[in-house]
Nanobody, 120 residues
């Protein structure tokens, strides 16, 4: 069984910073893409940033230049450093990972979500 456990998040003033971390654990053979999505009330879940096992990153246009995603392949962790936060970044943030638990099946897993609230 695979779990994604998130930490970080909270309340910050506009212009501030937060760091989100996520650790994948369980019967894991390999972890492919990891990343973060977010969902604000009344809106659809949207991509924030992803990173492949090789280190290739992809960011939503709205966070480029402000957020940085990184990962530790040895520990199966992914981190999202969020700087220059804006009120529109307020949302529940979800960790995401594509994980192989049985060859050759790759499944998508989600964390439970952590709230990020940015006050103006």
């Amino acid at each position: 069984q695979v779990q994604l456990v998130e930490s970080g998040g909270g309340l910050v003033q506009a212009g501030g910073s937060l760091r989100l971390s996520c650790a994948a654990s369980g019967s894991i053979l390999s972890v492919n893409t990891m990343g973060w999505y977010r969902q604000a009330p009344g809106k659809q879940r949207e991509l924030v940033a992803t990173i492949t096992s090789g280190g290739t990153t992809n960011y939503a246009n709205s966070v480029k230049g402000r957020f940085t995603i990184s990962r530790d392949n040895a520990k199966n962790t992914v981190t999202l450093q969020m700087n220059s936060l804006k009120p529109e970044d307020t949302a529940a943030h979800y960790c995401y990972a594509r994980i192989m638990v049985v060859v050759p099946i790759i499944r998508e897993y989600w964390g439970q979500g952590t709230q990020v609230t940015v006050s103006s």
